[in-house]
């Protein structure tokens, strides 16, 4: 039995996280949860009938009762993942892990000198059953990728919310405390992106580490980093983005859009092989166990078939926690570790020299580090609640 301790009991810890864990009851148990708002921690922790209850992440962390840290709370979450690893815990660190070099640095350096302690990454798209029967088929056919193309197309989770599931939320934070948070977010993000950067740049940047890096992970996992970026492109309201990349003997394109005004969930990957297409097609996380399939055209003897694997009722939520349990129990290395995510971090950098927003009259490159909202709050009015997206 693992004791848990959750940082952060927003929308991710509320729908996505802990009803999966109430259903391993063998596996899991929460000993102990903590969030700034002492409202939103009481009533978590005694609904779930938690013992031990924090306004602070890092007291959380000193608990004896607590084994494991899964870290979900706004903003950059290197501090607590660090902080979780030099007390001797496992820690589960939602997606992207941090939002600068140094961090990362720091976070990698951590958990060299603390080797048997789990430290995994919440890329939950990598553990979705249709994506792994993608990558089986892809490593065992021997034709080469022609093309692949990928996208997050989505305005669905607070709309899904208000209808299927209502998130309690923190209604004892003083809004002049969340301005305050809002802007130096914003703030950090400049800094971090070399000073001088529009509102449409730091936009971007948040949409692709709240929601675009899932399918950018899930296709690093596929065909691995890609050779160069040849073009990163933002519109002039930052909410949509399009990326080229260039591989060995084909290209990848990644669109992201998160303005639309209507519900919608698309998001999906696509490789062609010439003669064979594999079509993955992810659902709204927000309506829970819809399944999953993936889709392959292909030429049989000249003649077109198409045959569907699925569906996938399996949820990725779930199947990344049981991979946590086994990693922790078992000593083992999780696929999304740090180290693994931390091509990520590297990834989103060199995107980020390579974006321009439409509005620029010169195309000059901008530098820049990740930004890292787990669960944003959706009070913050200068932050669309669109992207809340996991």
Not at 2 to 29: R, V, Y
Request: proline share 5%; aromatic share 10%; net charge negative.
């Amino acid at each position: 039995m693992i004791c848990l301790g959750l940082i952060g009991l927003g929308q991710a810890a509320q729908i996505l996280h802990i009803p999966n864990i109430e259903k391993m009851e063998n596996k899991f148990e929460i000993t102990a949860v903590a969030d700034i708002s002492k409202n939103l921690t009481n009533y978590i922790a005694d609904k779930y009938r938690v013992p031990h209850r924090f306004t602070d992440g890092m007291d959380l962390i000193g608990c004896p009762d607590v084994d494991a840290v899964m870290v979900m709370s706004p903003g950059d979450h290197a501090e607590f993942a660090i902080a979780a690893l030099e007390a001797g815990k496992h820690v589960f660190i939602e997606k992207p892990m941090t939002s600068s070099l140094e961090s990362l640095e720091k976070l990698l350096e951590v958990k060299r000198r603390h080797p048997d302690q789990i430290a995994m990454v919440g890329y939950c798209r990598r553990y979705n059953n249709s994506f792994m029967k993608m990558k089986e088929l892809l490593q065992a056919d021997s034709r080469p990728i022609s093309y692949v193309r990928a996208r997050t197309i989505i305005l669905e989770g607070p709309w899904y919310l208000d209808n299927t599931w209502h998130e309690h939320k923190a209604d004892d934070l003083d809004p002049a405390g969340r301005e305050l948070m809002n802007r130096r977010m914003f703030e950090e993000i400049d800094r971090v992106l070399g000073g001088n950067t529009s509102h449409a740049q730091q936009m971007a940047y948040l949409l692709m580490t709240a929601s675009g890096c899932h399918i950018l992970s899930a296709i690093r996992e596929l065909i691995g980093l890609p050779k160069a970026i040849r073009s990163a492109v933002v519109s002039p309201n930052g909410m949509q983005f399009s990326l080229v990349f260039e591989y060995d003997n084909f290209n990848m394109v990644f669109e992201e859009m998160n303005d639309q005004e209507i519900v919608e969930f698309d998001e999906a990957i696509e490789i062609y092989q010439g003669d064979r297409k594999m079509l993955l097609e992810y659902d709204t996380p927000y309506i829970r166990y819809l399944p999953s399939k993936l889709t392959v055209s292909e030429l049989d003897c000249g003649q077109a078939k198409t045959t569907v694997y699925g569906p996938h009722y399996h949820d990725m939520f779930a199947n990344e926690l049981l991979e946590f349990y086994r990693c922790v129990t078992t000593h083992d290395t999780p696929k999304c570790d740090v180290f693994d995510a931390a091509e990520d971090v590297k990834l989103y950098i060199d995107v980020a020299k390579m974006m321009f927003d439409f509005n620029e009259q010169t195309k000059q490159p901008i530098l820049t580090f990740l930004s890292r909202i787990a669960d944003p709050m959706s009070s913050l009015t200068a932050v669309p609640t669109r992207l809340t997206n996991f």
